[in-house]
């Protein structure tokens, strides 16, 4: 299940990746790129910081495969994905759904604290992106008022939460990953967002 979930997350950064780089009209090696970058660079940091070398990506093509081949059906099939935002944002709520379990689950192994767990599955989530977005010359979200890396901390919470009841260990992946989708969504279509310091 726990390998599972690293290829989905994968698969659903790299798309996202790539729908970022079509927008930006980036040639079919800069899409690749930044499909690459977003579907590994969080991991890879994660994997860097708990002295998990060569990195999980290294050791393990099926990754690498998988973005290709993502970044390929993703574009092969672009003008079948109606409404780009709306596509980005599902295919990025995915991942960073799934990505903040897995980094949860990789501290845990590590035999770390759960608060730096919680964190390590934040930052899993979210580097990705945030290297994407610098790379496409755009302000990271999760540095932006929108409900971001608040979604990944709150799914991070509730699998230490939702691991002490009597459940199996493949439905504490599912409801984690589903409480960060669920409140990125929720966020997005009521406009949630953090507190504004700044006068308008």
Known sequence: MFYILDILGTIA???SGVLVALNKRMDA???LIIAFVTAVGGGTLRDVLIGETPVSWMKDMTFIYVVV???IFAVIFRTKIDYLRTSLLLFDTIGI???TVVGVEKG???ELHP???VFLGTMSACFGGVIRDILCNEIPVIFRKEVYATAC???GVTYFLVIKLPIASNFVFIIAGAVVIT???IAVRFKISLPNLYKD
């Open 13 to 15: 950064f790299a798309i």
């Open 29 to 31: 090696f800069g899409i």
């Open 69 to 71: 081949l993502s970044t």
């Open 97 to 99: 759904g799934l990505y």
């Open 108 to 110: 845990i192994s590590a």
């Open 115 to 117: 608060i730096i767990c």
């Open 153 to 155: 901390i709150l799914g």
């Open 183 to 185: 409140v990125r969504l």
